[in-house]
């Protein structure tokens, strides 16, 4: 089944200490998302992607990146994780901008 | 800009009860989407269900329909015979068709389907 993948579903890691979220997709959709979903809140969108153009939220902080190497893949960097990043971070794509999103399963950041 | 509005925090229905969730909306755009998200205690976030402004019929999918008033701005979701599985989290969501195309969120239903 065609579907949004996360990796990895769930991570730990260390004040300060950079980490890498991994999201694929088989769909072919030509847009991508990456939110930030903390407990009891809805998601907040971090940035996304149509094709290779990147869109950036202008409140997301500069401590989080991303990068797109090709249609299937996406990652979130965080470069400098701090306690308050700790939440769960959703990849989403759509086949065009105006388009309903799907999903992945999300990966759970601890930052201890 | 856009708001979307759920004003229930939480809900709870017997199984097999129906139950409606309310969801409402601000813009000045006509030409816009609505989506019904549901997120399980799993956290996998399922579109339900989607409404397109210029389509007057309410959007249906199995148990799950809206009544969508245009003029109201108002966007509810009905879950017919309710069922354990449907014990989620539910989101109210608004897509503008023209620039700015990104989601905008309710804070969302909580729903405890109860056996």
């Known amino acids: 089944d065609a579907m949004v993948i996360q990796n990895p579903r769930y991570q730990v890691t260390q004040f300060g200490k950079p980490v890498t979220l991994s999201c694929s997709q088989t769909?072919?959709?030509?847009?991508m998302y990456w939110y930030q979903q903390k407990s009891s809140q809805a998601p907040k969108l971090l940035f996304h992607y149509y094709d290779k153009d990147f869109n950036n939220e202008a409140d997301t902080p500069d401590n989080f990146q991303s990068r797109r190497p090709n249609t299937s893949f996406c990652f979130l960097d965080i470069r400098s994780p701090g306690l308050g990043d700790a939440a769960m971070y959703l990849c989403?794509?759509?086949?065009?901008?105006?388009?309903?999103?799907?999903f992945g399963p999300g990966t759970r950041l601890t930052v201890l | 800009a856009q708001t979307v509005t759920q004003s229930q925090p939480e809900m709870s229905v017997q199984e097999a009860e129906t139950v409606t969730l309310s969801c409402t909306y601000d813009?000045?755009?006509?030409?816009?989407?609505l989506f019904w998200y549901k997120q399980p205690p799993s956290r996998q976030m399922i579109l339900v269900i989607r409404q397109e402004a210029y389509k007057q019929q309410n959007a249906t999918e199995n148990r799950f329909s809206v009544n969508f008033q245009k003029a109201a701005k108002s966007f509810s979701l009905k879950i017919s015979d309710s069922q354990l599985g449907d014990t989620a989290m539910y989101f109210c969501?608004?897509?503008?068709?023209?620039?700015?195309?990104?989601?905008?969120w309710g804070l969302g239903t909580s729903l405890a389907v109860n056996p």
């Open positions: 813009t000045s755009e006509s030409n816009y989407y």
């Open positions: 969501a608004f897509l503008n068709a023209g620039n700015n195309r990104k989601l905008i």
């Open positions: 989403a794509t759509s086949r065009a901008e105006g388009a309903e999103q799907f």
């Open positions: 769909l072919n959709h030509n847009v």
